[in-house]
């Protein structure tokens, strides 16, 4: 357009404005020019003097000016055979009249007129939509530039436009206030000077400015990537701060535009919150440290008054006498629960509880815990009910088995202390949901309140039964929660005041180690059965709680027929049996329902004649620390639940081959 003649550009201004302005406003204007010229031609045409062409003239001019170039160029062709049809119904020869003297001459300046007058409209038209749309541009920059500066001065955080030298040509009032300067104060100032360089520099960045200023882009890039800065203030004091640059050019010029977040309170925060988190875990540990002492003091005591309580039991006493020294014990042995149990929350809490983790087959359990409280359940006539089933609970769960059956004890305990006597308990397993095994405990007691039931878990909590006259301590059902969590379970209770309660625990339903050794037994290479017995028979102990890890490498060991194999329950038991026996090589779990494995492996090498006895850990507990710790104190090896059969095999051979070098 900017070549156009000033001519055409301004007649196509002036038709642009004349006439209807709609397409479909111009078309109905065309026709109806056509059928006036059409109603007007004859009687005009008898009127003396009147030319035909320049009636075609007129058509032309209209329909060019309304429609444009093209209708315009075709109208002037057309206007040629109307008009000869028009004189032919008037009764003309219309040869003569179109090619009377001039008329060729008049004919072609209608065509150019008609193609001018379109072309102007045309060119008209065009110039219009792009005003309309410079227009509309103009407006949409203005309102774009608009909510940048609405943004800009409103927004809490700084923003800066540096150029490529890192001088400040923008600032908005939000940097005033993170660093004191006016804004005026701070245009055209090197950004280094709010903000240095790591290296401490307060000129320009690192890489400085090249030939043309293109030195110092790279720097830029480089430096101011999103992350933390140190500012500094006015007033010279810092200021912790986040920035947030990115990059733009224009005509060949580089600019940053970025966003600088005064971050002080934030990290006043973080360092609160490490300061907290520091004083608590100094506390915590203190607290450990206070109960392991507290342990170690009241046990002291405690040993010498069960103890001496025990001897005086063993004496023959009179009636009031004997009563004496049987509140003594039981009052001992009370305080020794509540020791052990307060110790165990706190090593929760404190993440020190040593769990194992394992398949642990629950009817078996159950039917253990049971019997041990069936002599507590008789003394008040309570006995299994009806609803009692251990059909559902030959299944496998993930669970540590010694801390499984200390909740499932002090559910059974609850169960026969809270009921009414002559009452019923019941054991039952179900599946809530597929691969969920719950396993329940109910009673008939008088059951718990709704309103007491959110204190239900909190510890030293006896939910309005400390004046029923019952023993307990209240820290039973908060243990047992801390310890189901820990394994990754989870505990519930259903109770209706009057009716009883039931307490359960839900675990993941797992496969058990026999099934998964019968699984995979047929992968194990025929040189891994022996053809022959060895000549000279091999003693192995495995000192194991659970019956299943037993079962399983008694199937294992059943690929060497010549090896004998003992099994001890408890720790006590298997140091008995290896003073006993003398065994070529010892199994060793870490979780004895009497102590731990390492006190285990600790007085097996304090025995001059069974310290040389090789020790193999077997445990759950695959923790770094724990591994080395085992090793460090002597095990020949540690190996991880679920046991890898082909490499527990191999280390038995090679451990009972190099007993005959």
């Known amino acids: 357009m900017e070549n156009t003649p000033i001519l055409v550009r301004n007649s196509a201004r002036i038709v642009t404005r004349l006439g209807p302005q709609s397409d479909g406003a111009r078309v109905i ?98 110039m219009k939509k792009e005003l309309e749309a410079r227009k509309e541009v103009e407006e949409a920059r203005r309102e774009s530039e608009e909510r940048y500066r609405i943004v ?31 804004i005026a104060e701070m245009l055209g100032q090197d950004f280094a000077v709010l903000v240095p360089d790591k290296n401490g520099s307060s000129g320009s960045p690192a890489g400085a400015v090249g030939a043309n200023g293109k030195g110092s882009i790279a720097a830029m890039r480089d430096r101011w990537q999103r992350g933390e800065f140190s500012g500094r203030h006015k007033g010279g004091g810092e200021i912790p701060l986040e920035i947030s640059f990115g990059e733009y050019s224009k005509d060949g010029r580089h600019s940053f535009t970025g966003i600088v977040r005064d971050i002080t309170e934030r990290k006043q925060v973080e360092a609160a919150l490490r300061d907290a988190k520091d004083a608590a875990e100094r506390a915590n540990g203190a607290k450990s440290e206070f109960l392991s002492r507290m342990s170690h003091e009241l046990r002291t005591p405690l040993n010498a008054i069960l103890g001496f309580g025990q001897l005086l039991e063993m004496d023959p006493l009179e009636g009031e006498q004997k009563e004496s020294v049987e509140q003594i014990l039981k009052a001992g042995r009370h305080l020794l629960t509540l020791i052990n149990e307060v110790l165990d929350i706190a090593r929760i809490e404190a993440g020190r509880l040593s769990m194992s983790p394992e398949p642990v087959k629950v009817d078996e359990l159950m039917k253990e815990t049971w019997e041990l409280i069936r002599p507590l359940a008789s003394q008040r006539k309570i006995t299994m009910g009806p609803g009692s089933s251990l059909d559902a609970c030959g299944k496998y769960v993930i669970a540590d088995r010694q801390r499984l059956k200390q909740v499932l004890l002090n559910f059974l305990s609850n169960a026969v202390k809270y009921n009414r006597d002559a009452g019923s308990l019941e054991m039952a397993c179900s599946e809530p949901q597929p691969g969920v095994m719950r396993i329940r405990v109910s009673d008939t007691g008088s059951g718990i309140p709704a309103d007491r039931l959110p204190h239900m878990f909190i510890p030293f909590e006896r939910l309005g039964a400390e004046e029923s006259g019952i023993e307990g301590t209240g820290l039973g059902l908060a243990l047992s929660k801390r310890l189901v969590e820990a394994m990754g379970g ?77 099994a001890a329950m408890q720790g006590h038991i298997g140091l008995e049996l290896a003073a006993q026996h003398v065994p070529d090589l010892i199994l060793l779990d870490l979780n004895l329902p009497d102590m731990h494995g390492s006190e285990v492996l600790e007085q097996l090498h304090e025995n001059p004649k069974l310290r040389n006895i090789p020790v193999v850990v077997i445990s759950a507990d695959a923790t ?38």
């Open 29 to 126: 204007a065309s026709i109806a020019i056509i059928i006036a010229y059409i109603g007007v031609f004859i009687p005009l045409y008898r009127l003396a003097g009147t030319d035909v062409l320049q009636l075609a003239l007129a058509l032309v001019v209209a329909i060019g000016y309304l429609l444009g170039f093209w209708p315009g160029l075709l109208v002037g062709l057309l206007s040629f055979p109307l008009n000869a049809l028009l004189l032919k119904i008037a009764g003309e020869d219309a040869w003569q009249v179109m090619t009377r003297p001039g008329s060729l001459q008049i004919a072609v300046l209608v065509l150019v007129l008609g193609a001018i007058l379109g072309g102007l409209r045309d060119v008209g038209e065009q």
């Open 152 to 182: 800009a001065e409103s927004a809490s955080e700084a923003i800066f436009t540096v150029d490529e030298e890192s001088r400040i040509v923008f600032a908005n009032p939000a940097a005033e206030v993170i660093f004191g300067y006016p």
């Open 490 to 566: 989870k505990i519930g209770v259903d109770t209706k005041v009057g009716i009883g309660s039931t307490f359960f625990v839900d675990f993941a339903v797992a496969e058990g180690p026999v099934e998964r050794f019968e699984r995979i037994s047929d992968a194990l290479s025929e040189e891994e059965k022996p053809e022959e017995v060895p000549a000279k028979q091999r003693i192995i102990l495995y000192i194991e709680d659970n019956i299943s890890n037993f079962k399983l490498i008694q199937r294992v060991l059943s690929y060497r027929p010549g090896i004998g194999l003992l």
């Open 624 to 661: 770094p620390g724990q591994i080395q710790r085992l090793m460090t104190q002597g095990a020949r090896a540690y190996l991880t639940k679920p046991l890898d059969i082909r490499q527990f095999l191999e280390l038995v051979d090679e451990t009972l081959k190099g007993l005959e070098v």
